[in-house]
C-alpha cells in the first residue's frame, strides 16, 4: 500500500530531480513521515508519500507539503517510511496546521477502510471528505481563521449567557415510544460495559408519522447528558431546515451544526471545526456528515436509512449508511437506522435467525401513528375500467372518479397531493407524419419537453434548444407531446378543476435558494388545493391538510430491469401515503389512489394492506433465488469510452485479467460485459460489468487484487479511446 514513488506510470512526486528546493540541512528535518496527498485512484498512487519532518507529527496532523511544482494540502498517515528511498532523495514538509488537533485515530481508519472497501485511493478518500476551505488554506491563513472562529463562538455563548434561551417543553412519549427507549437503552448501556463491544446497531421500523423522529431526539438528550456528541443524518439537504429547527429548539442551550453540501464553504469550515474540536454537540448532516470527526461521538441516527441518496454517486461511491454502522462499530456508538420502508439489506439484517434473516440488528417497532392520525385508506383504481377514449384522443391524467375525490376535498377546504414523478410538459416531442421524435443528438434518450420556456431539454447532459416550429425532418407544423409530465398535469388538472388552486413541486420550480421554502409555505399556509409533485413531495414533509395523495402513473417500475425498482416504488408509494392524514381532524377519511392497469400486482396488494412485511418476504424470497443481495455482493465495474467498442474491450480485457483469481477464489461470477441503460451521455458510451459474489471477503480480495491489473489496462486502452473507468461495490442499480 505504501507509496513507492516509483515506476513508470505513477505520479512522481518530488524525487531526487527535486533541484528546485533546497535539501533539508543536516540533523534538522531527519523524522521521516508518510503523508495522504489528494490523489486520484487513476493516478495510480494508492498510498502515502514519504516526507521529512523536523519531529514525528502524529497520524491525522495536517500539514503542507511540495507535490511537483504546487504546494498542497496533506494529512500525516504514518511515521513510517519507504526505506527504498534515501533521506535526499525526500522533501521537507513545508509547514504545520499545528493548531487543528490531529484527525482521530478511528477517524483515520474510517478512511482506510472506505478506501479498501469502496476501492479508492487513500489520499483522494481522505481529501474528499475534509473541507474544501481547510485543503486551501496554509498554516498562517488557518490560524487566522480559527482565531475568527473562536471568536464567533464566544460572542455566540456570551449572547447566550445573557439571554437564556427558553426551554420548549418534550412532549410525553407514547407507550410505543416508550418501550423502543427502554429497548434501545437495554442494548446501548450494555455497550460501555463490555470488554469488547458488540455492534449495536437498531433499526426503527415506524410508520411515518409514528414519531421516530422524537424517539432520535430523546435518544440525542441522553446522549448529550453523558458528554457525547450526536451525528444526525438525512438522506436530502431539503428535509435538513425543518428537522434543524426542531432539533435546535429542543436544545437550546447546545450548539447544533449543520453539515451539507448547501453551505457556504466558510460554514462548512466552521461547523466541521466546531465539530472537530468537540464544540458541536449535534451535528446534523447529508450523506458527507459521516466523514465529520466527532470526538466524543456517542449516537449515529440515520433516518430513512433506506433513502438512496446515501449512496454517493460518482467518484468514491460510499454509503454513507453502511459506513454509519462500520463507525458506530469503531467508535462504540449506538446507531439508530429509522424508515418506515427499510431496504431489505437493513431488513433482512434485522430479521431475527428464526425468521430467515441474519438476526445482526435489533428491531424496534412502532406501528402506529402519534395521536389520532391514520394512514389513508389505500384505493387501487384498476385503469382498465376507464372509458376508452377514442381515436386520437389521450386518456385523461386522472380517472374521473378520482377528480370528484379531488373536487370533493377542495370543496371541504383539504387538500390533495398527486404525485408524478416525471419532470417537464411531456417526456418527447413527436412527429405523426414523419415520425420524427424529440432524440438528444448526444445521448441515446429523448429530450424532454419544457412548455414554460418552450424548449427541449435533455435530462442527461442537458443539451437545451428552442422548441422548433416545425418537424425538423419533415416540415409538419403539427408535432405533438407524447406523454405527460409535472408540467402538464399541472396543466390539465387545472383545466379539469376550474377555480382550484393547481400548485407544482419538483425540481425545475424549485431551482432557485429559497424556492422550495416558499413552495412548501404556500401548501402550509393552505394556498394550493392540489399539489402536483415529484417524489421531491413525497419524503418527510409535514402537511396537515392533506387528506387525498394519488399516484398518477406508478406502473412503470413495476417492469423496470432494475432489481431494486419495486422496493424502491414501494417505500415511494408508502412515502407518499404518509403525506395525507397526518391530522387527526381529517384522517379519519383520507385516501391514497393509485391508477393501475395491474391492481393485483402483489407490490399494490401489499401496499393496500400496508404490509411491508409481506411485502419485504417475498422481495426476499425473489432475491434469494436470483441470487441478489442482500444474499449476494455485488461490484459493477463501469467504464465510458469514445465508443461503445473501447468500453467492452476494456471491460472484457479487465474481466480476463481477474479470471483466474476469481476462480482460485471461488462462488465468484463475472458477467459478460454490457451496455448501460441509457448507453450514450454527451456523447461518450458506457458500459459495466457485473461481478457477482457469494461471500463479500472474497468479492473483496479479488477488487484488491485487481486494481494494478486494472490501472495498467485503463493506461494501455486510453490510446483506443477508453476516457474513464470505476468500479462501484454495492451498487444501488445494476
Ligand atoms: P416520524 O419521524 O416517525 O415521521 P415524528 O417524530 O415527526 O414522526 O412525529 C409525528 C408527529 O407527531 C409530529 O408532529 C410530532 O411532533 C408528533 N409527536 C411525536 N411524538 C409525540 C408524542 N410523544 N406526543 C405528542 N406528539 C408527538
Ligand atoms: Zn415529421
Ligand atoms: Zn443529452
Redesign the pocket.
Known amino acids: 500500500m505504501h507509496g513507492s514513488a516509483h515506476g513508470p506510470d505513477l505520479l512522481t512526486p518530488l524525487g531526487s530531480a527535486s533541484s528546485d528546493s533546497p535539501a533539508p540541512a543536516a540533523g534538522q528535518d531527519s523524522v521521516r513521515v508518510s503523508v495522504l496527498v489528494e490523489t486520484p485512484q487513476h493516478s495510480g498512487l494508492l498510498g502515502p508519500l514519504d516526507y521529512l519532518a523536523t519531529q514525528a507529527w502524529p497520524p491525522g496532523t495536517l500539514v503542507r507539503v511540495p507535490l511537483g511544482r504546487r504546494v498542497v494540502t496533506g494529512l500525516v498517515w504514518a511515521a513510517a517510511a519507504d526505506a527504498t528511498l534515501a533521506d535526499a532523495q525526500l522533501k521537507p514538509i513545508v509547514e504545520v496546521l499545528a493548531d487543528l488537533p490531529a484527525l482521530p485515530e478511528p477517524w483515520l481508519k474510517l478512511i482506510r477502510f472506505a478506501a479498501g472497501y469502496y476501492q479508492r485511493s487513500l489520499g483522494e478518500m481522505a481529501m474528499m471528505v475534509l473541507p474544501p476551505e481547510l485543503r486551501q488554506v496554509d498554516a498562517t491563513q488557518w490560524a487566522r481563521r480559527l482565531k475568527r472562529m473562536n471568536k464567533a463562538l464566544g460572542l455566540e455563548e456570551a449572547e447566550r449567557a445573557k439571554q437564556p434561551p427558553v426551554e420548549v417543553p418534550w412532549?410525553?412519549?407514547?407507550p410505543e415510544?416508550t418501550q423502543v427507549l427502554a429497548e434501545v437503552n437495554a442494548r446501548w448501556l450494555a455497550l460501555g460495559t463490555a470488554a469488547a463491544t458488540p455492534p449495536s446497531v437498531s433499526l426503527l421500523w415506524?410508520?411515518?408519522?409514528?414519531?421516530?423522529?422524537?424517539v432520535y431526539l430523546r435518544l440525542a438528550r441522553e446522549a448529550l447528558a453523558r458528554g457525547q456528541q450526536v451525528l444526525i443524518m438525512v438522506p436530502e439537504i431539503n428535509l435538513t431546515p425543518q428537522l434543524e429547527a426542531r432539533v435546535a429548539e429542543r436544545f437550546a442551550d447546545r450548539h447544533v451544526v449543520s453539515l451539507h453540501s448547501g453551505l457556504t464553504p466558510a460554514q462548512r469550515l466552521r461547523h466541521w471545526t466546531m465539530a472537530h474540536l468537540g464544540q458541536a454537540d449535534i451535528v446534523l448532516g447529508t450523506r458527507l456528515a459521516v466523514f465529520t470527526p466527532l470526538p466524543r461521538l456517542g449516537l449515529i441516527v440515520v433516518d430513512e436509512e433506506h433513502d438512496p441518496s446515501y449512496k454517493q454517486q460518482d467518484g468514491a461511491r460510499y454509503s454513507a449508511r453502511d459506513l454509519a454502522v462500520y463507525r458506530g462499530h469503531q467508535e462504540g456508538a449506538a446507531v439508530i437506522l429509522g424508515s418506515a420502508t427499510p431496504s431489505l439489506e437493513t431488513w433482512h439484517n434485522a430479521l431475527p435467525v428464526a425468521e430467515g434473516g441474519a438476526g445482526r440488528y435489533q428491531r424496534l417497532l412502532m406501528p402506529s401513528r402519534?395521536?389520532q392520525g391514520h394512514m389513508p385508506k389505500v384505493r387501487l383504481f384498476d385503469l382498465s375500467q376507464q372509458a376508452k377514449p377514442g381515436p386520437g384522443q389521450e386518456a385523461p391524467a386522472l380517472a374521473k372518479p378520482l377528480l370528484e375525490a379531488i373536487a370533493e376535498r377542495i370543496e371541504r377546504g383539504e387538500q390533495s397531493l398527486v404525485l408524478l414523478n416525471r419532470r417537464g410538459y411531456a417526456p418527447v416531442l413527436h412527429c405523426s407524419d414523419c415520425g420524427w421524435k424529440s432524440g438528444c443528438p448526444h445521448c441515446s434518450a429523448w429530450r424532454v419537453f419544457h412548455k414554460v420556456d418552450r424548449t427541449l431539454r435533455c435530462h442527461h447532459c442537458g443539451f437545451t434548444e428552442r422548441v422548433p416550429r416545425a418537424c425538423p425532418d419533415c416540415g409538419n407544423q403539427d408535432i405533438a407531446p407524447v406523454g405527460r409530465g409535472t408540467e402538464r398535469l399541472e396543466e390539465q388538472l387545472a383545466e379539469a378543476l376550474p377555480g382550484a388552486r393547481v400548485g407544482r413541486i419538483d425540481a425545475d420550480v424549485t431551482k432557485h435558494k429559497g424556492a422550495l421554502e416558499e413552495k412548501l409555505a404556500s401548501v402550509h399556509a393552505g394556498e394550493v388545493d392540489v399539489l402536483v409533485g415529484t417524489q421531491m413531495v413525497a419524503k418527510g414533509h409535514?402537511f396537515r391538510r392533506i387528506t387525498l395523495v394519488a399516484a398518477a402513473n406508478p406502473d412503470a417500475a413495476l417492469f423496470a430491469s432494475d432489481f431494486r425498482a419495486a422496493e424502491r416504488q414501494f417505500a415511494l408509494l408508502l412515502q407518499a401515503a404518509g403525506r395525507a392524514g397526518r391530522d387527526a381532524g381529517v384522517a379519519g377519511h383520507s385516501e391514497m389512489w393509485v391508477q393501475t392497469w395491474h391492481p393485483a400486482h402483489p407490490l399494490y396488494q401489499a401496499l393496500s394492506r400496508y404490509d411491508f412485511e409481506s411485502f419485504a418476504r417475498q422481495q426476499l424470497q425473489e432475491r434469494e433465488q436470483a441470487g441478489l443481495p442482500p444474499y449476494a455482493h455485488l461490484a459493477m465495474l463501469r467504464a465510458e469510452a469514445k465508443t461503445q467498442a473501447a468500453a467492452q474491450a476494456f471491460l472484457d480485457q479487465a474481466a480476463q485479467a481477474v479470471e483466474a483469481h476469481a476462480a482460485q477464489l471461488g462462488g465468484i461470477l463475472l458477467y459478460p460485459p454490457v451496455p448501460t441503460a441509457v448507453q450514450k451521455v454527451a456523447n461518450v458510451e458506457r458500459a459495466q460489468m457485473l461481478i457477482e459474489a457469494e461471500m463479500r471477503p472474497a468479492l473483496l480480495r479479488l477488487l484488491q487484487a485487481a486494481t494494478q491489473p486494472w490501472l495498467a489496462l485503463a493506461q494501455k486502452n486510453r490510446p483506443n479511446g477508453l476516457i474513464r473507468w470505476a468500479v462501484d461495490v454495492d451498487p444501488l442499480s445494476i
Open positions: 412532549p410525553e412519549p407514547t415510544q415506524g410508520s411515518t408519522g409514528s414519531g421516530k423522529t422524537e402519534v395521536g409535514d
